[in-house]
């Protein structure tokens, strides 16, 4: 059985910083490419970043692109989201996702911005950027 458990989210002033953690359990995780996107009330879900199972790619939604910084820590099965520079407009339920294909190689980005490509999701966890 697959796990994703999320954490670090909360309340943050406008312009500072948090770090999420996606803890995973059931699959080898150094095997599968993750992903991190959010939903906001009332709007679908967003892809916000994904990383490629080897960790030498990377890939963000232009909204988010160089204020956020997606890593994994293969070692400890983790990933992250380090989110800088934060805005009210990134106020969101942000959930990790992990690919459904082991060692998949995807050319560009949309691959990864399509959450049917992930089979497990964790519960989310709440980022709310006060102005």
């Known amino acids: 059985q697959v796990q994703l458990v999320e954490s670090g989210g909360g309340l943050v002033q406008a312009g500072g910083s948090l770090r999420l953690s996606c803890a995973a359990s059931?699959?080898?995780?150094?095997?599968?490419?993750m992903g991190w996107f959010r939903q906001a009330p009332g709007k679908e879900r967003e892809f916000v970043a994904a990383?490629?199972?080897?960790?030498?790619?990377?890939y963000y939604a232009d909204s988010v692109k160089g204020r956020f910084t997606i890593s994994r820590d293969n070692a400890k099965n983790t990933v992250y989201l380090q989110m800088n520079s934060l805005k009210p407009e990134d106020t969101a339920v942000y959930y990790c996702?992990?690919?459904?294909?082991?060692?998949?190689?995807?050319?560009?980005?949309?691959?990864?911005?399509?959450?049917?490509?992930?089979?497990?999701w964790g519960q989310g966890t709440q980022v709310t950027v006060s102005s």
């Open positions: 990383i490629q199972w080897s960790g030498s790619k990377t």
């Open positions: 059931g699959r080898t995780f150094s095997s599968y490419a």
């Open positions: 996702a992990i690919d459904g294909q082991a060692n998949a190689y995807y050319s560009g980005t949309y691959y990864y911005t399509r959450p049917v490509m992930y089979d497990y």
